[in-house]
């Protein structure tokens, strides 16, 4: 009888692009030519079996990052397959996870994908847009939240000797008795009021602006607070409601918007700024007949990959003549 072979079966290679694929798609940082890429790769034979099969394997390790496995005695093909896949997870950890990673060791409340309702200590009310992110520091006479990523409404309880204030970077936003929405987008901040007055100070240097319902102002890092145009109270954090409107914005942004309520990337290929500004009102609970609906009105062309990927493009009929 022939002994048993000791050597260990060669990696598939198929197996171990589609293992990267998986990774690249994962992070979220893949541009136009990679999307290109892995599409062509995707329609050569079994790469699109091997692609899944990884895939599910990756959501297995994924949903259980807290559990312990003990394997004894393992074939060495599969314990190299299932370290393989480990190191992969480990990898995304430790290079895409890092800033989330801090995120999380500062936030005492989060939204992912789905907007939450905060009840604060004092009873205040906090409503966290998707993907923002906030700390609450309260005291005897304090009472300051953080706002760490995205946009938050605030609706205050008024306390005698304990003013409200929101703090993003240098800048300040104190609430008057009153109801009001911040928004911290790269390094630009926005705040617009809905019930009451509120100050603000772009830096602790600046004097105080002060703004009522239907009044807003913005800054960016280091710069100054300036007013920006008035608008309709009831329009104030619409996206609360579950309603996203829209007007005369550019497709792209329109997009970025759609893209906080799903659970995965959206990637624009080609350049859709030739595409007429939006109006309307979409809704933010289903994201996916959002974007189909937009995707119908504005000429669009939207291909869906797994991980919640999409793809959107626009029509050939859509796009300029060459000349």
Do not use: K
């Not at 329609?43 to 959501?59: K, Y």
């Amino acid at each position: 009888m022939r002994p048993p072979s000791s050597s260990v079966p060669p990696e598939n290679p198929v197996a171990q692009q589609a293992r990267d694929w998986v990774l690249r798609l994962a992070s979220g940082t893949m541009g136009e030519p990679d999307m290109q890429a892995f599409e062509q790769w995707l329609l050569q034979p079994g790469h699109r079996h091997a692609f899944e099969h990884e895939r599910v394997l990756w959501r297995s390790l994924a949903a259980r990052p807290q559990t312990t496995v003990l394997v004894q005695r393992p074939q060495r093909h599969a314990q190299r397959r299932w370290l393989a896949a480990v190191a992969v997870l480990a990898l995304f950890c430790g290079v895409m996870s890092a800033p989330e990673l801090a995120l999380r060791m500062r936030a005492d409340h989060r939204a992912d994908v789905a907007i939450q309702h905060v009840r604060l200590p004092d009873g205040s009310t906090a409503v966290l847009d998707a993907g923002a992110a906030i700390a609450v520091h309260y005291g005897e006479a304090t009472r300051r939240i953080e706002l760490l990523r995205g946009r938050a409404w605030f609706e205050v309880v008024p306390q005698a000797g304990a003013p409200f204030r929101i703090t993003v970077g240098d800048g300040v936003v104190e609430d008057i008795s009153t109801a009001f929405v911040v928004s911290r987008e790269a390094d630009r901040v926005d705040t617009a009021v809905e019930q009451g007055r509120v100050r603000v100070a772009a830096r602790p240097d600046q004097g105080w602006m002060y703004l009522q319902a239907g009044q807003a102002a913005g800054w960016s890092n280091g710069g100054v607070a300036e007013r920006g145009a008035e608008f309709a109270p009831d329009h104030v954090a619409a996206w609360r409601r579950g309603e996203l409107l829209l007007e005369n914005v550019p497709v792209t942004q329109v997009l970025a918007e759609l893209g906080r309520y799903r659970p995965g990337h959206v990637f624009v290929r080609g350049d859709l700024s030739a595409l007429p500004p939006i109006n309307a009102a979409l809704r933010l609970d289903q994201p996916e007949q959002a974007l189909d609906a937009l995707a119908a009105g504005s000429g669009l062309q939207v291909t869906r990959l797994p991980f919640g990927i999409a793809i959107v493009q626009a029509q050939e009929n859509e796009l300029p003549a060459r000349r």
